[in-house]
């Protein structure tokens, strides 16, 4: 069984800085995609970015590109959003998904429901 568990969340100030952690378990994650997701209050759940676990490969939503960078530490098994010049449109609950269809291009994994696993969400609030 796939367990996903996000931590790093937390209150900020617009230009701050916060790393979030996906600690992922129960498979040998090596033939998967992991992505992020966001969730703002009224709004739908949105892609910010994904990275494929046995190449590094990344792909961003361009509304973070640039300000955002995702990677994974195959030894503890975790993925990790940096998040840099935080915005307070930048706040959301942010969760961390996972899919081992690894053979599509890269906008199919922009699409929540093309993940089969997801964590609990932990939120992110940047202040102005």
């Known amino acids: 069984q796939v367990q996903l568990a996000e931590s790093g969340g937390g209150l900020v100030q617009a230009g701050d800085s916060l790393r979030l952690s996906c600690a992922a378990s129960?498979?040998?994650?090596?033939?998967?995609?992991m992505g992020w997701f966001r969730q703002a209050p009224g709004k739908e759940r949105e892609f910010v970015a994904a990275i494929r676990w046995s190449s590094g490969n990344t792909d961003y939503a361009d509304s973070v590109k640039g300000r955002f960078t995702i990677s994974r530490d195959i030894a503890k098994n975790t993925v990790l959003l940096q998040m840099n010049s935080l915005k307070p449109e930048d706040t959301a609950v942010y969760y961390c998904?996972?899919?081992?269809?690894?053979?599509?291009?890269?906008?199919?994994?922009?699409?929540?429901?093309?993940?089969?696993?997801w964590g609990q969400g932990t939120q992110v609030t940047v202040s102005s």
């Open positions: 998904a996972a899919t081992p269809r690894t053979y599509y291009s890269g906008r199919y994994y922009y699409t929540e429901q093309n993940y089969d696993y």
């Open positions: 129960g498979r040998t994650f090596s033939s998967y995609v």
